[in-house]
């Protein structure tokens, strides 16, 4: 089977095998040798836009109905629709052209109603929809008989009409257009069983892909003014036919041989214009819509490197600025607290901008891990709630938790950190763009998954931001001036971590009424782990002397830990290196707990803490970085880490796990 392939776009991904066959002209292989028609042009108009590559096979169209249940292509145009063919293939939802049948004979042929179809000989394709109408619906519905004769293609049954081995052709309307139609072959005006054209795709294509196509043939066919309508006014308006009766082509013979010459010369010419003229137009669809792609990534761009120059340099204007105006003397402890939460305030707005930076870097190098953990449904929702409960009170907004998993659904497995992320970007900024009213987060089992939900009663979105919005460098509000602050890769974010857990997010939202966000992951059913720490009793302070090791090579980060742990039970002991931290426990008994950073000079604190784990099995030992993924908590534990506080560390957090592990 002979593969035309040329790519359509540069990049390799994603790839779409097509099949073609000959039923122009809504599909075929021109004259050239490349696949042409109706819907080759509105396929390659979608591919464009969403940088898919295509690679065509040709071949009869029972041959490429069988490829494309077995998945050696992925997509085939022109098939109506059927039960059967919705069962084998996945159909795309808005059609692409609508069809009906007709009948078509030979001039001389006397019909002119259903009832002249009785006893006779009827042509159609083999496998298809006319043949499976004729055997089944029309057959079992008319009480005369009628025989059916299939064939390979439109030519081997056009010559079966000709030749008279069948009495009528039974084909779509598009027959009427193609080059089949000649001055003996007529409509005899009879029509049956209207019809919707569709996309077919492999069952094994990506759902999301087909609903891509149906978002831009339901964009495309919406507006008159589309490339939809001027592919389609191009293939219906063909140059116009003129059938000659015989008995006047002989009269004309001698003048029409005297004229040949000439005239040729003119045929081939215009056919080498239309020819190039096509080319030249498809060439120009192309370069119109690159072009209008880079000015848009280029805008994009410029707007995102404000938003980031003014997420960065806002929060670093408040904390130098408010630092130095501690430094007066004669300040009051009122403004002083003040302006220490202002600081404070404006290093976690820094922190989150600097961790979506981060995180967006190792989406993009693909470096999202998923380990799956159990998640306590209710106990999660709990803590959201009472985290976000003071910051909707300083906005006067009510929060409101609604938990509705069944009690048997109510644990799951998923990855806590990724899980995590998602319920607090979406709360953020459920309750940031929301100035009065509420903000309610839930959930609630369906159809084997689990959803959650954050609606507010904010600004909403505009419903042409609505898909824009989960994209790179993209917000509802392009505008510098916009009121709300932010990077605008939260979204993008979640996108992608919604995707690593196998899940699906929507949103519904009307301007100025509110959003709702969903996002659904599949229910994986919990499994025992007998090897799960027991927690041990917290309550008690520290009331017993303790020596910790600090490993920190980091001056700043081991001056604060140092003021944390400033307590005349605790005797703290530096180590600036990890060869430093395990030649201290080589050497020295009665260590109690150890802090290791991860990123340290001579050895690093993975590598430390398996030396560490090769002659002391048992000292607790608190892995501490900056680092931010699952996967580096992952190495610390697999390396012999007790636990896992990341950076810049929390001092209760802290202090709860030195008072857990001694």
């Given at each position: 089977?002979?593969?035309?392939?040329?790519?359509?776009?540069?990049?390799?991904?994603?790839?779409?095998?097509?099949?073609?066959?000959?039923?122009?002209?809504?599909?075929f292989?021109?004259?050239v040798?490349?696949?042409?028609?109706?819907?080759?042009?509105?396929?390659e108009?979608?591919?464009?836009?969403?940088?898919?590559?295509?690679t065509?096979?040709s071949?009869?169209?029972?041959?490429?109905?069988?490829?494309?249940?077995?998945?050696?292509?992925?997509?085939?145009?022109?098939?109506?629709y059927?039960?059967?063919r919705?069962s084998?293939f996945?159909l795309?939802?808005v059609?692409?052209?609508?069809?009906?049948?007709?009948?078509?004979?030979?001039?001389?042929?006397?019909?002119?109603?259903i009832?002249?179809?009785?006893?006779k000989?009827?042509?159609?394709?083999?496998?298809s929809?006319?043949?499976?109408?004729?055997?089944?619906s029309f057959?079992?519905?008319?009480?005369?008989?009628?025989?059916?004769?299939?064939f390979?293609?439109?030519p081997?049954s056009?010559?079966?009409?000709?030749n008279?081995?069948?009495?009528?052709?039974?084909?779509?309307?598009?027959?009427l257009?193609?080059?089949?139609?000649?001055?003996?072959?007529?409509?005899?005006?009879?029509?049956?069983?209207?019809?919707?054209?569709?996309?077919?795709?492999?069952?094994?294509?990506?759902?999301?892909l087909?609903?891509?196509?149906?978002?831009?043939?339901?964009k495309?066919?919406?507006?008159?003014?589309?490339?939809?309508?001027?592919i389609?006014r191009?293939?219906?308006?063909p140059?116009?036919?003129?059938?000659?009766?015989?008995?006047i082509?002989?009269?004309?013979?001698?003048?029409?041989?005297?004229?040949?010459?000439?005239?040729?010369y003119?045929?081939?010419?215009?056919?080498?214009?239309?020819i190039k003229?096509k080319?030249?137009?498809?060439?120009?669809?192309?370069?119109t819509?690159?072009?209008?792609?880079?000015?848009?990534?280029?805008?994009?761009k410029?707007?995102?490197?404000?938003?980031?120059?003014?997420?960065?340099?806002t929060?670093?204007?408040g904390?130098?600025g408010?630092?130095e105006l501690?430094?007066?003397?004669?300040?009051?402890?009122?403004?002083r607290?003040?302006?220490?939460?202002?600081?404070i305030k404006?290093?976690?707005?820094?922190?989150?901008?600097?961790?979506?930076?981060?995180?967006?870097?190792?989406?993009?190098s693909?470096?999202i891990?998923?380990?799956?953990?159990?998640?306590?449904?209710?106990?999660?929702?709990?803590?959201?709630?009472q985290?976000?409960?003071?910051?909707?009170?300083?906005?006067?907004?009510?929060?409101?938790?609604?938990?509705?998993?069944?009690?048997?659904?109510?644990i799951?497995m998923?990855?806590k950190?990724?899980?995590?992320?998602?319920?607090?970007?979406?709360l953020n900024?459920?309750i940031?763009?929301?100035?009065?009213?509420?903000v309610?987060?839930?959930?609630?089992?369906?159809?084997?998954?689990?959803?959650?939900?954050v609606?507010?009663s904010?600004?909403?979105?505009p419903?042409?931001?609505?898909?824009?919005?989960?994209?790179r460098?993209?917000?509802?509000?392009?505008?510098?001036?916009?009121?709300?602050?932010?990077?605008?890769?939260g979204?993008?974010?979640?996108?992608?971590?919604?995707?690593?857990?196998?899940?699906k997010?929507?949103?519904e939202?009307?301007?100025?009424k509110?959003s709702?966000?969903y996002?659904s992951?599949?229910?994986?059913?919990?499994?025992?782990?007998?090897?799960?720490?027991?927690?041990?009793?917290?309550?008690?302070?520290?009331?017993?002397?303790?020596?910790?090791?600090?490993?920190?090579?980091?001056?700043?980060?081991?001056?604060?830990?140092?003021?944390?742990?400033?307590?005349?039970?605790?005797?703290?002991?530096?180590?600036?290196?990890?060869?430093e931290?395990?030649?201290?426990?080589?050497k020295k008994?009665?260590i109690?707990?150890?802090?290791?950073?991860i990123?340290m000079p001579?050895m690093n604190?993975?590598?430390?803490?398996?030396?560490?784990?090769?002659?002391?099995?048992?000292v607790?030992?608190?892995?501490?970085t900056?680092?931010t993924?699952?996967?580096?908590?992952?190495?610390?534990?697999e390396?012999?880490?007790?636990?896992?506080?990341t950076?810049?560390i929390d001092k209760?957090?802290?202090?709860?796990?030195i008072?857990?592990?001694?």
């Amino acid at each position: 089977m002979p593969i035309l392939g040329y790519s359509q776009v540069d990049h390799p991904e994603p790839q779409l095998k097509v099949g073609v066959y000959q039923n122009p002209p809504k599909i075929f292989i021109n004259e050239v040798g490349e696949p042409d028609g109706i819907f080759i042009e509105i396929l390659e108009l979608i591919a464009q836009k969403e940088d898919i590559s295509i690679t065509y096979q040709s071949g009869e169209w029972e041959e490429l109905i069988e490829a494309l249940s077995g998945g050696t292509i992925d997509l085939l145009p022109d098939v109506a629709y059927s039960q059967e063919r919705d069962s084998l293939f996945q159909l795309n939802s808005v059609p692409v052209m609508s069809s009906w049948l007709e009948a078509y004979a030979l001039k001389d042929t006397n019909v002119q109603s259903i009832f002249d179809l009785e006893n006779k000989r009827l042509g159609v394709l083999k496998g298809s929809v006319q043949e499976d109408f004729l055997q089944q619906s029309f057959k079992n519905n008319l009480k005369f008989k009628f025989d059916i004769l299939t064939f390979e293609d439109y030519p081997e049954s056009v010559k079966a009409l000709e030749n008279k081995q069948i009495d009528l052709l039974i084909a779509s309307r598009f027959f009427l257009f193609s080059e089949h139609i000649n001055g003996n072959i007529i409509s005899t005006g009879i029509i049956f069983r209207p019809s919707e054209l569709h996309f077919a795709f492999s069952r094994s294509t990506d759902p999301a892909l087909v609903s891509k196509f149906d978002r831009h043939l339901s964009k495309l066919k919406n507006n008159t003014g589309s490339k939809y309508y001027k592919i389609l006014r191009y293939w219906f308006d063909p140059p116009g036919k003129s059938f000659v009766p015989k008995f006047i082509l002989w009269s004309f013979v001698v003048l029409l041989l005297a004229l040949l010459i000439i005239t040729i010369y003119f045929i081939l010419l215009r056919y080498q214009i239309k020819i190039k003229t096509k080319a030249l137009w498809k060439k120009n669809r192309q370069l119109t819509l690159a072009k209008e792609k880079a000015e848009e990534s280029e805008r994009l761009k410029t707007i995102f490197l404000q938003n980031m120059s003014h997420e960065i340099r806002t929060p670093m204007n408040g904390i130098i600025g408010f630092l130095e105006l501690l430094k007066e003397p004669d300040l009051d402890s009122d403004e002083r607290k003040k302006y220490i939460e202002i600081v404070i305030k404006s290093g976690q707005r820094l922190l989150t901008t600097i961790n979506n930076i981060i995180e967006i870097s190792k989406i993009d190098s693909d470096q999202i891990s998923v380990k799956l953990t159990p998640i306590n449904a209710p106990e999660t929702m709990d803590f959201f709630y009472q985290f976000f409960k003071p910051k909707a009170r300083e906005k006067d907004i009510e929060l409101i938790m609604n938990h509705n998993l069944p009690t048997d659904k109510a644990i799951f497995m998923a990855d806590k950190f990724i899980f995590d992320n998602i319920l607090t970007n979406l709360l953020n900024n459920a309750i940031k763009f929301t100035d009065n009213g509420y903000v309610e987060f839930g959930n609630y089992f369906e159809n084997d998954k689990l959803i959650f939900y954050v609606k507010d009663s904010g600004v909403g979105v505009p419903e042409e931001r609505q898909q824009a919005i989960f994209e790179r460098f993209v917000q509802a509000n392009l505008n510098i001036t916009r009121p709300h602050e932010g990077s605008g890769l939260g979204l993008s974010i979640v996108k992608a971590y919604v995707k690593a857990l196998n899940g699906k997010i929507w949103l519904e939202s009307e301007l100025n009424k509110g959003s709702t966000f969903y996002f659904s992951i599949p229910y994986i059913k919990p499994v025992p782990n007998e090897e799960e720490e027991k927690p041990k009793n917290n309550s008690r302070v520290l009331n017993k002397k303790l020596c910790i090791v600090v490993a920190e090579d980091d001056n700043i980060s081991y001056l604060f830990i140092n003021q944390i742990l400033k307590r005349p039970e605790i005797q703290v002991i530096r180590a600036k290196t990890g060869q430093e931290c395990v030649d201290i426990l080589q050497k020295k008994s009665g260590i109690d707990l150890v802090l290791m950073d991860i990123k340290m000079p001579v050895m690093n604190g993975i590598e430390a803490t398996s030396a560490i784990r090769e002659f002391n099995k048992t000292v607790p030992i608190i892995i501490q970085t900056a680092y931010t993924s699952s996967r580096d908590k992952d190495e610390a534990m697999e390396a012999g880490g007790t636990d896992y506080i990341t950076k810049p560390i929390d001092k209760n957090r802290l202090l709860q796990l030195i008072r857990k592990y001694t």
